[in-house]
């Protein structure tokens, strides 16, 4: 081998040591860079919480998640929004079966379903995570407390409503969001029960809309060709109402047909603006959300906690819209 080939490779060789010295050295600090600053963001945070809603884009939960994340900020917590993009049981058990064995320090959810809920609740508060639950409650299960709506009475109050703005005549359909889980079950078991007893109420069919708006106008439009008979529509859901106003809209029948919606999203404000929906039931879900987090919060630092808070509930007319943004209601929870 030439002299040249031989400084050649010997200098190839230098090289490549050098080189991968440096590779070393600098893959070590990329990866241990950020290490020191990451253990020290997290320790400002004193737990970690999860809230599961029913449906991750449903306007009415994202109220719900503005205030947790809100009480989230004000206390110092990590607080995770994740659940289903649809409504969906199963989704939503494995959703919190993941937080479990991410081992965090409370789970905040709806409780939908006593079959399915109850057994996976009373597991998880077994393993040391307390639940609460919220807008829709477990009761039968052992989670630690339940902050919302007393969903049985939110449905009384519709019923009541309904009665003395039609002076107790009316042939009624009903649109739920669900058959099966409790908190729209009970809303309409309180709205049966108001109107039982008033001779010129009529119940005249009762839909499912999959807590959607497209498939609550199409039940809707069913009805009307089924039942021509049928003068007042109560929703459940908070999109149950704006599915049935669009579809008396397009049929012009607004001057004839009563509307009762649940909650005040802007579209079903916008609605009760232009005398299209009637009235609605209020809901406070900011502070179910807010609220929620303190009282997470008291539980783990040994306070005790009421078993059941009610939020507020009402019901809204167009009278009772504040002047000027009717439709940004919600920002003033």
């Known amino acids: 081998m030439g002299r040249y080939s031989i400084m050649a490779y010997t200098f190839g060789a230098l090289f490549f040591i050098v080189s991968f010295s440096f590779s070393i050295f600098y893959g070590v600090k990329v990866v241990t860079h950020d290490l020191p600053s990451e253990k020290t963001s997290l320790e400002k945070y004193r737990y970690h919480f999860v809230l599961v809603p029913e449906e991750l884009d449903n306007e009415y939960w994202r109220l719900v998640e ?104 009316a042939n009624v359909a009903i649109i739920t969001g669900s058959f099966y889980k409790n908190h729209q079950i009970q809303r309409v078991k309180g709205f049966e029960d108001a109107v039982k007893a008033e001779k010129g109420i009529k119940i005249i ?81 900011y502070e179910m959300g807010y609220e929620a987090v303190k009282m997470m919060i008291d539980l783990i630092e040994g306070k005790k906690v009421p078993s059941v808070i009610h939020t507020n509930t009402k019901i809204l007319r167009v009278g009772d819209l504040p002047p000027g943004h009717p439709d940004r209601m919600e920002e003033r929870q």
């Open 66 to 169: 503005k205030g947790a994340k809100a009480a989230a900020n004000d206390y110092g917590i990590v607080l995770e929004y994740v659940g289903p993009k649809q409504s969906n049981i199963d989704d939503h058990l494995k959703t919190i079966e993941m937080s479990v064995a991410s081992k965090v320090d409370g789970i905040m959810t709806q409780g939908l379903s006593d079959e399915q809920f109850t057994p996976l609740i009373n597991r998880v508060i077994e393993k040391g995570i307390p639940v609460i639950t919220v807008d829709t409650d477990a009761s039968n299960s052992k989670r630690m407390a339940y902050i919302g709506t007393d969903n049985y009475y939110s449905g009384y109050l519709a019923g009541r409503a309904l009665i003395a703005d039609t002076k107790g005549k």
């Open 205 to 285: 069919d009762i839909q499912e809309s999959d807590i959607s708006r497209v498939i609550a106008a199409e039940k809707a439009y069913q009805i009307l060709q089924a039942h021509p008979e049928v003068n007042a529509f109560y929703g459940t859901s908070a999109l149950d109402g704006i599915g049935i106003a669009q579809v008396v809209k397009k049929y012009k029948k607004n001057d004839q047909i009563y509307i009762m919606g649940f909650d005040t999203l802007p579209e079903t404000l916008e609605y009760i603006r232009k005398g299209m929906i009637n009235a609605t039931v209020v809901q406070e879900p």
